[in-house]
């Protein structure tokens, strides 16, 4: 019940925007994004449980899709900061609670 | 408040061998989880652990294994190494559940089984 992310890559140039989706097969509770950057500790980003609003801060904001179970991670008019692999983490209705996260898209941002 | 703690940083093993790995959570946190993480395979789960018992495992053998203290700190064991054990083992912690709130995470034990 791994979700899937997509694109498993990306580059940009500052400034431009980006679109990291995730989706699942199964009824989700709640998606998780997280970023990490080489030789660091995933940090977090931001939770969307069920019923819940898009959520954004800055300039990265995201959406859930209950009926589809998909989620996308917006980054607008990105920074060199943004660069790293973004991960998505999903929490199923049903069964297990526990948290399984994708396998990742990672994110270059050249000056 | 300090983070997550993970020790050791840095581990090498042989094949065969045994390994115990630790997490200190944040203080008040009781919830701890552990995941691996291999180039390509993202982060894998492997358990999660709330007061002292284990609530959900991930499709790991049996050779993994952990447990947690009444103090949240957690240790996570794997027997019988194998050379595809190699890999970064992160351990999280949370308040109650990592169902629905933010996790922390440790920079990880990087394992290379030889």
């Known amino acids: 019940q791994q979700p899937v992310q997509s694109p498993q890559a990306v580059i940009l140039r500052e400034g431009e925007d980006a679109v990291i989706n995730c989706s699942s097969s199964k009824a989700l509770y709640s998606v998780h994004w997280y970023r990490q950057k080489h030789g660091e500790a995933p940090v977090f980003l931001m939770i969307l449980l069920k019923g819940g609003e898009q959520k954004g801060h800055d300039k990265i904001s995201a959406s859930f899709n209950e009926k589809k179970q998909q989620s996308s991670l917006y980054l607008t008019a990105s920074q060199l900061s943004y660069s790293g692999t973004y991960f998505c983490g999903t929490a199923v209705l049903q069964g297990a609670q526990k948290l399984v996260f994708g396998q990742g898209t990672r994110l270059t941002i050249n000056p | 408040k300090a983070g997550v703690t993970q020790t050791p940083r840095y581990l090498i093993k042989t094949r065969g061998q045994q390994v115990t790995l630790s997490c200190s959570p944040i203080s008040g946190h009781r919830s701890v989880s552990w995941y691996q993480q291999t180039p390509g395979q993202g982060l894998q789960f492997l358990f999660e652990?709330?007061?002292?018992?284990?609530?959900n495992k991930g499709n790991f053998p049996g050779r993994f294994s952990g447990r947690q203290f009444s103090n949240s700190r957690s240790e996570m064991n794997v027997s019988t190494l194998e050379l595809g054990d190699s890999a970064l083992y992160l351990c999280a912690s949370s308040l109650r559940s990592p169902f629905n709130e933010k996790l922390f995470f440790g920079s990880g034990t990087q394992l290379s089984v030889l």
């Open positions: 652990y709330f007061s002292e018992t284990q609530r």
